[in-house]
């Protein structure tokens, strides 16, 4: 056994390594074809879409879904799923939150809660505009 974090070893065996990142971040409406492509001879497809759901990624392709088909996922999967991945999501968003009002830097908070930097932009936005509404 390496002692290597399961996380990173799947990110290393993954097929889009190397690969033009704009493949599987397309623009809006974009074309996501290659990118699932790739995906579908991927041998850590499963972990990669596991890791996407329990992250909350909102861009991208992942484990070979769109955006729209992993919400279509989560939607349609049973609601013990959906609950459980909505406390994960609590809970990172509590990790976040809390890192971030002790001035960490959103770089050191991602790697910590191990999400990508969109996602502590986008938990650090959903709570400024709770903030905006409750002001206003």
Known sequence: MSGE???????????????????????????????????????????????????????????????????????????THRSAAQAQRQKRDALILAMAGRGTHPRAIADTAEVTDRTVYRVLARRRERQDAVSA
């Open 5 to 79: 974090d399961p996380d990173e070893q799947w990110r290393r065996d993954a097929l889009c390594t190397g690969n033009d990142p704009d493949t599987f971040f397309p623009e809006k409406g974009g074309n996501t074809a290659d990118a699932k492509k790739v995906c579908g001879q991927c041998q850590v497809r499963a972990e990669c879409l596991d890791y996407a759901l329990n992250a909350d990624e909102r861009f991208g392709v992942w484990g070979g879904l769109s955006t729209a088909e992993r919400d279509r996922l989560i939607k349609n999967s049973p609601s």
